[in-house]
């Protein structure tokens, strides 16, 4: 398995790997699909950016998801401390400062404290994990993935450990009987073939997010991005694409059940200030139940 990093940098919006080679794109075959535009995305459950764009991702989906044949790749950030060294990160202690400034930039609640409580020994065993609820169901291995992030960066939960794993599972309905069989015996080998095809595709950091269209046309959004870099790649590739409405204020929960103050800015076009607002009466009314952790807050519907 090829070595990758932890250090995520904000100026970038990317956390990268060190001396990855980019490879011929045109060696990934498409697969078919039923929608215009397929769009692959490489990430990590322990990728701190990947958690920064939660908010663009999300709005994404609502906006776009009827156009999108989404698929979820693993890429793979920690391999172990044993053979990880890079950006000035070379063991947990580190990361757990590195994060706080993560936070502040992407205005997105971290806790890094895990990496000094309880810290993770690699991002192999979440991403086997996710590759596993994979199996049983795409769309729940997504609130699967969401809940181990939520569980990390809020409630410094090791998600490395059999436990929080199962507490997740349990909240997205997945039969954890079945989970823990597909981890010890099919996952493994689903997670290789990621890491394989991120090699195969030049990825080089996460969170990598390729569209493309039915001629073969592609665009990579690299990094955190703003929003309009999103739709501008989609649109580049689908022209014709119509954003969906949806539906706002206190009814955005009905589409996600937790939203950060920054996610629910950004669903609403809101300034942090507006969304802290807005969110913080809805809690007075007992509509909203409110978490804070990492500098942030988590609001539950």
């Avoid at 990728?47 to 920064?52: F, Y």
């Avoid at 709005?59 to 990880?84: N, T």
Wanted: charged share 20%.
């Amino acid at each position: 398995m090829m070595q990758a990093p932890l250090f995520c940098d904000p100026s970038t919006g990317v956390c990268e790997i060190p001396g990855a080679l980019t490879a011929n794109h045109q060696d990934y075959t498409t697969l078919p699909t039923d929608k215009p535009l397929q769009l692959i995305y490489f990430t990590d459950p322990i990728c701190s950016t990947c958690w920064g764009i939660e908010p663009q991702w999300r709005r994404l989906k609502l906006e776009y998801g009827h156009l999108l044949d989404i698929r979820y790749h693993m890429g793979g950030l920690l391999p172990s401390w044993d053979v990880y060294n890079s950006g000035g990160i070379s063991g947990p202690s580190d990361v757990a400062h590195h994060w706080e400034e993560v936070a502040g930039h992407y205005e997105m609640p971290i806790d890094g404290n895990v990496w000094l409580e309880d810290p993770l020994p690699s991002s192999y065993p979440p991403s086997i994990w996710f590759k596993a609820a994979q199996l049983q169901d795409e769309h729940k291995s997504v609130i699967f993935l969401r809940r181990l992030r939520e569980m990390l960066f809020l409630q410094k939960k090791n998600i490395t450990r059999v436990e929080p794993v199962m507490e997740a599972a349990a909240y997205a309905q997945l039969d954890t009987a079945r989970l823990q069989q597909d981890f010890d015996h099919t996952a493994p080998a689903l997670f290789e073939q990621d890491l394989l095809l991120r090699q195969q595709m030049g990825v080089r950091g996460f969170p990598s997010i390729f569209l493309v269209n039915a001629a073969g046309g592609r665009e990579l959004v690299y990094g955190a991005k703003p929003y309009p870099v999103f739709t501008t790649a989609l649109h580049k590739l689908y022209p014709e694409a119509q954003p969906r409405t949806y539906l706002r204020g206190l009814d955005t929960f009905s589409y996600f059940p937790a939203l950060t103050t920054k996610e629910y800015a950004v669903l609403n076009d809101l300034t942090m200030e507006s969304a802290y607002a807005q969110l913080d009466g809805f809690r007075r009314q007992q509509q909203l139940q409110v978490t804070v952790a990492g500098g942030g807050a988590l609001w539950t519907h």
